[in-house]
């Protein structure tokens, strides 16, 4: 129809979601969710990715900020060639995620390739924690406990700050708190002194804490994009029933005049022709009572279903009344549209209903109506097409009237 043929013809069931988000690995049997990670639909995988990727524009400007700051911190106890090696790299990784943000933004496909973006998002990503955890223990100072604990803070901090920016993906929060805290944790834990292994358990527990709190964060802020995705679908249906007829899965009366209306505006507007064809059920009361309301409602539907196949999808169909339906045919003139509402009467035709091993045999009665003079207004033309319609049924029914 001239809108999203799912909304006005026949409600399609809200989308069944697609990936489970699986949960995170922890240290401690007392940090573990216990709530079930809700499955993922692609729609709200897009939101999440297209979350992550704003959420990043910030973290990647203090990656550099912090790296120069530590930079200055370590330029007397480090090798300064080294440090301006780690900073340049940590300068062109924060450049090209800098230019994967931009991509992303452009590309007007993106949610369609979800799993691509996030992707390059978590490769970019990693890249990153790994200059920062394997920079962070390399130029950590041999003779100088007080700057190893510095450079260990800066590093806290870093993944402290990846749990806050990239909440929305716990995977990638994962894989950032992983790679830039495990190098020099693990280099603390190997050092023969008491406070390197103190600091290397207090650092266990910061990794603990941050992984818990990533898929915490993570599961309510999946859980919020699913409430979003329900209410969406939900009032979606709403709209559907408030707009279409239970038995047939067309337009219901207020539909039909609301969508007829802003096509009737459009050909004010461009000065085309537009036509109505008015339809009629012959002898339905009949029908009903000969075989029951049950066939009856049968009768119904596969009438609808015939305009269904009959009109294009820029025509407008209702059913308007019990047994009577109508069409707005756009562009269309009267000679097109007394062809096309012959077509649609002998499709009709063809559509015997079975009944208890008979046949209820179908015909319909059509009057058609070109808008023009004295029939410019919906209700002006349709009373044209109504009484078109009238006119065929004194004329012996099953027949086509203009």
């Known amino acids: 129809m001239l809108l999203d043929h ?26 573990r969710i216990t709530k079930p990670i809700l499955p993922v639909d692609s729609s709200i995988r897009a939101e999440q990715v297209q979350v992550v990727f704003q959420q ?5 400007f203090i990656s550099v900020l912090v790296s120069g700051i530590l930079s200055l911190v370590l330029w007397d106890h480090a ?7 780690w900073f340049a790299i940590v300068f062109v990784l924060a450049a090209t995620r800098v230019v994967l943000m931009l991509a992303h933004a ?25 200059a920062w955890g394997v920079g962070g223990w390399w130029l950590m ?37 992983g790679t830039v805290m495990v190098p020099a944790t693990i280099w603390f834990a190997l050092q023969d002194a008491l406070i390197p292994r ?65 096509v009737l505006k459009q050909a004010e507007r461009s000065g ?18 000969t075989y029951g309301h049950a066939a009856g409602d049968e009768v119904l539907k596969a009438v609808a279903r015939a305009i269904t196949e009959s009109v294009r999808a820029s025509d407008v169909a209702g059913r308007i009344g019990g047994e009577e339906f109508a069409v707005i045919l756009p562009d269309t003139g009267a000679a097109d549209a007394i062809a096309m509402a012959e077509r649609l009467r002998l499709h009709a035709s063809e559509m015997a209903v079975p009944h208890h091993g008979e046949e209820i045999l179908v015909t319909c009665s059509c009057g058609v109506a070109e808008r023009g003079e004295g029939r410019g207004s919906l209700d002006a033309l349709l009373a044209h097409a109504d009484a078109a319609l009238y006119r065929a049924k004194q004329a012996g029914r099953n027949r086509v009237e203009s």
Not at 8 to 20: C, I, M, N, S, V
Not at 79 to 85: E, F, G, I, S, Y
Not at 272 to 289: G, Q, R, T
Request: proline share 3%; no cysteine.
């Open 141 to 177: 100072p041999a003779d100088s406990l007080i700057h190893q604990a510095v450079v260990y803070f800066f590093l806290m901090g870093m993944a402290g700050g990846a749990v806050a920016s990239y909440s929305a993906h716990a995977v990638a929060t994962s894989i950032a708190i």
């Open 198 to 262: 103190a600091m290397a358990m207090g650092g266990v527990i910061y990794v603990a804490a941050a992984y818990r709190a990533t898929w915490t964060l993570s599961y309510f802020v999946r859980r919020s994009f699913q409430l979003a995705h329900e209410l969406r679908v939900a009032h979606e249906h709403a709209q559907q029933l408030a707009r279409t007829d239970a038995l047939t899965g067309l337009m219901n009366r207020r539909a039909f005049y609301e969508m007829a209306g802003i």
């Open 272 to 289: 085309l022709p537009m036509s109505a064809v008015m339809l009629d059920v012959d002898h339905f009361k009949a029908i009903n009572d």
């Open 6 to 31: 799912g909304v006005f013809q026949g409600h399609r069931e809200a989308r069944e979601y697609g990936t489970l988000a699986r949960p995170g690995p922890f240290f401690f049997y007392t940090l």
């Open 106 to 130: 452009r590309d007007a496909e993106r949610e369609r390739r979800v799993s691509v973006w996030e992707r390059r998002f978590v490769v970019t990503l990693t890249l990153t924690g790994l």
């Open 79 to 85: 090798d300064r060639r080294v440090l301006m090696a």
């Open 56 to 60: 990043a524009r910030p973290a990647m």
